[in-house]
């Protein structure tokens, strides 16, 4: 029978929230060893800086051999080694280092991010960090921040005005269209502050309650899939920049507040708010 979000259980759904948990945890132990190491860097960009380290390869490998030792029938889709199909609609999204660029210069804004896709979209997610000691996790049951063997409940924030807003985004030259960079900086003039380099650590600050806004483009599945379940459960909303599934990544832009993240549409889009 094929099995979606909407027929698991919540027994179900926990069990697979832990292995995410789990191997989220087993990815940062073989990561950690590797950072400020000094670790030798390659360019996988033909053009321009996308860099890869065998702490990314490594960690994907072991996330992918715990699927499939656990879950054999269920898919796999990761940043360093591509799509493994299953014969489950289930399927894992993973990148085990998101913000490798910070990653590779010894910042802490990076973390392994694991998803579980239904089929049809992502169910639960995962942001471990483990140089902090932090796991952000959310599904249909609530969002939460895991640290130290605590459990804190997560909630996005309410403001009144985009001038009370603080947004972060990766970098600005994600924005690499005319009409990208109009329609961010619209938004940057509108906001209080913005702050650049935090990759998959803003969705969680903004699931946290801590920052508003985080408006990004060029993203891939595995870059926003584990995150819109976090900043769902904790009552913010992400879409594409035309406000439609963010899924499968490209423009993405999230905010804690309904009403602003609504405004947001109608500014990135050039209409009137």
Known sequence: MTRTANSLTDAELDEYL???????ELAGNAILPHFRSGLGVENKAAHGYDPVTLADRQAEELIRGEIARTYPSHGVIGEEFGSRPGESPLTWVVDPIDGTRGFVLGLPQWGTLIALNDGCRPVLGVMHQPFIGETFTGCRRGAFLRRAGTRTPLRARRVKTLADASMCATHPDMFNTASERAAFQRVVDACKQTRYGTDCYAWCLLAAGLIDIVIEAQLNA???????PIIEAAGGVVTTWSGHSPHNGGQVVAAGDPEIHRILLKMLNDRDV
């Open 18 to 24: 832990e292995f995410a948990c789990r191997l989220a």
């Open 222 to 228: 595995y870059d926003i899939q584990a995150p819109i």
